[in-house]
């Protein structure tokens, strides 16, 4: 589905709320451009009304002007049957008016000359008597036509009123279904990421997933706030514009609507170049953010080992390309959007000028000023949605692009969440000539098989890559193994959901990883089920009263983002507290004591000696004194079983274990 319509799909979720908006600016568009019909009716009906023709009257009323001792009132304002005198005119010369006890044979190029009216059209002459009327006595001619007048700037200021009112409506309702848009599709990505399968992680930068979640959505939300409402905007000004030159003038009109192909012909190449832009632009955009997200995470590194100036290079040169490619569009904006829409007004006022001048103006055929007036003033708005579109190009472009972006990362192959539920396991674990490679055809794991019963402690020691983790990795379903199968009491685990078999197994990292909140949110990870009283005992459980003691808060104390205040026996505490609380079936310890103090170990050895009753334990260890009292060991080496027994066994049979024991205890000898 294309980008455009899977954007439209989401704002139909709000559809009440936008058509609402879509019905507050149709109103407020018709009362706005109501303003140049209501100014054209002013100047023609009323201000220029006083050259319609007059008639003596006898009746006395407020619409009757008298003049040289007798009354007179314009033809509009006679009621049906009330009797009219003789007919007179009062006609503008230049800046003076005059008043004619006649009517015109025809009208055209007016000049006065003692007391004269001479005019003149093509070959036709004619000649009137006229009088000059004075200040005080022109006022009264116009004192009939204030009244009308009054009303029609009233209508017009209550019109600007309503349009205000309801533009601020449809700015309010049309932001409001952004902004919904956009929880509901963050929501949606961030819903997504956590469907996503680990290994999409192995491939993709957090930086950049960031950046989708963010960035790119943040300008989608543009598209709904500010593009979208300045195309609804000017399609609908254009329409009524459009609507109300025709009724002026039909044949400029028909001119104007050149401007739509132009229009959109223009849109179509400056999409071509604007979008190949704006591709690069988020790609970069999330290239930083990737960046700088991994240069704050290493920042301890990058500064105990003196890097600052490789690293500021590298973002160096990312952020120059992003430069780059802004200048370039920024280039693309500045030399054609306001340039085109300054050409295109200029085009129309020439065939304006063209066609008033030409032909309008002449005395063959007479435009009223109030018409000239409208039509300059409809022609001066036409352009304001044209600039509204033409400027909201790049904002479209780069919409469009960050939603191509959101929606490619939405496309992404994800793991259904199942809600389905089993009573607790037993525990039994079996691998069954398993073989699993990160890449297709390169295997880590070879003919793996083993079986660990119920109750039992299964450690796992070999060399950096040897297979440990990947085993581990395989047992929590972050991958599925390519070869034979593992089954737990006998099902096979790929048959159950993955949420249904991790909900009976806990897992604490080498590097345990702690959340914002407290040392208790980081156990529970606020999990209703698991009260503070089971929280209090897995840590009580794993020894962390002791070490926690002295903290002000006790178990309340703050942690903040990955618990970068606490230290590494600490953060393991947590880490083991969050998964004995959880009262796991199966427990994986993945070298979990390898960064904890001798003390600390102590403590946790103690406690791991009741906390592995009832549950089957798997431990990677690279200290190999801590796993003296498994029931099974397992030696494995580039990704296959060499050797397998209890440590006495293994010892006796002196192969690599004992090898590898006896280089630790006598490094340790040696160090002692």
């Known amino acids: 589905m294309k980008v455009g319509r899977r954007l439209i799909n989401y704002a139909l979720f709000y559809k009440k709320i936008i058509i609402a908006a879509l019905f507050m600016l149709t109103i407020s568009v018709v009362t706005d451009l109501a303003g140049p019909f209501i100014a054209k009716n002013i100047i023609d009906q009323h201000i220029l009304g006083i050259e319609s023709v007059w008639y003596e009257t006898a009746a006395k009323g407020d619409k009757a002007v008298s003049y040289n001792g007798t009354f007179y009132k314009r033809e509009k304002y006679f009621t049906k049957g009330e009797e009219k005198g003789e007919k007179v005119r009062i006609l503008q010369v230049g800046i003076k ?17 003692d007391s004269k009216l001479f005019i003149s059209k093509g070959k036709k002459q004619a000649e009137y008597p006229a009088k000059i009327i004075k200040g005080p006595e022109l006022l009264a001619f116009y004192q009939p036509e204030i009244p009308g007048i009054f009303k029609l700037l009233a209508l017009y200021f209550g019109l600007l009123v309503v349009s205000a009112v309801f533009q601020y409506g449809e700015h309010f309702f ?12 963050r929501e949606d990505v961030f819903h997504h990421i956590q469907r996503l399968p680990v290994r999409y992680f192995d491939k993709l930068p ?13 300008a989608i939300r543009e598209l709904y706030v500010t593009v979208l409402a300045a195309f609804f905007t000017s399609a609908i000004y254009i329409t009524g514009i459009y609507s109300a030159l025709f009724i002026l003038n039909a044949k400029l009109a028909a001119i104007c609507l050149l401007l739509l192909p132009i229009l959109y012909i223009w849109i179509l190449i400056y999409r071509k170049y604007a979008s190949r832009y704006n591709r690069v632009i988020r790609s970069r955009n999330s290239e930083i953010n990737a960046m700088v997200n991994e240069s ?11 890097r600052e100036q490789e690293t500021m290079k590298d973002f160096e040169n990312l952020n120059h390309g992003h430069f780059t490619y802004q200048n370039k569009l920024l280039n693309l904006n500045a030399l054609t959007g306001h340039n085109l829409v300054g050409i295109l007004r200029n085009l129309v006022f020439v065939a304006f000028i063209w066609y ?23 022609v001066n708005r036409l352009f304001q949605p044209v600039q509204g579109i033409v400027n909201q190009l790049a904002n479209l472009e780069t919409a469009l692009v960050a939603g191509e972006r959101v929606f490619k990362l939405m496309d992404e192959p994800g793991e259904n969440v199942s809600p389905e539920r089993i009573s607790r396991i037993k525990g039994n674990v079996t691998f069954e000539n398993v073989s699993f490679g990160y890449k297709d055809g390169e295997y880590v794991l070879k003919n ?9 402690t299964v450690a796992l020691v070999g060399h950096t890559g040897s297979g440990k983790s990947s085993i581990m990795n395989l047992l929590f379903r972050y991958y599925d193994c390519q070869k034979g199968q593992i089954l737990i009491d006998g099902k096979d685990i790929e048959c159950i959901p993955r949420q249904t078999i991790r909900q009976h197994m806990g897992i604490v990292l080498q590097d345990p990883y702690l959340f914002t909140g407290t040392i208790s949110s980081n156990v529970s990870l606020n999990d209703p089920s ?21 903290l002000e808060n006790g178990f309340d104390e703050p942690v903040i983002e990955k618990g970068s205040t606490l230290s590494s026996g600490q953060r393991q505490l947590i880490s083991f507290a969050r998964a004995l609380a959880f009262n796991p079936a199966i427990l994986i310890l993945d070298e979990a004591t390898s960064s904890i103090d001798t003390e600390t170990e102590a403590l946790i050895q103690e406690a791991m000696d009741v906390l592995k009753k009832g549950r089957t334990t798997f431990i990677i260890a690279h200290r190999l004194s801590t796993i003296r009292n498994a029931d099974q060991i397992l030696v494995l080496d580039r990704g296959t079983i060499v050797e397998r027994g209890t440590h006495d066994e293994l010892m006796a049979f002196k192969g690599k274990y004992y090898q590898m024991y006896e280089l630790q205890v006598g490094s340790t000898d040696m160090a002692g």
Do not use: C, H, W
């Open 296 to 306: 704050i995470q290493g920042m301890n590194i990058i500064q105990a080992f003196n």
């Open 530 to 550: 698991i009260t503070s009283e089971k929280v209090e005992k897995a840590l009580r459980d794993v020894g962390a009263e002791k070490v926690f003691k002295n």
């Open 97 to 113: 008016f005059v008043f004619i006890e006649d009517d015109l044979e025809f009208d055209g190029k007016r000049n006065l000359k």
């Open 206 to 218: 957090a930086g950049k997933v960031v950046a989708r979640i963010t960035n790119d959505t943040e």
């Open 448 to 456: 793996i098989q083993f079986e660990a019963k119920p109750g039992e």
């Open 174 to 185: 049309l932001k409001k279904s952004a902004n919904r848009i956009i929880q509901k599709m």
């Open 356 to 378: 008033f001048g030409g032909q309008a103006l002449s005395p063959e055929s007479v435009i009223s000023l109030g018409m000239l007036y409208a039509f300059v003033d409809y």
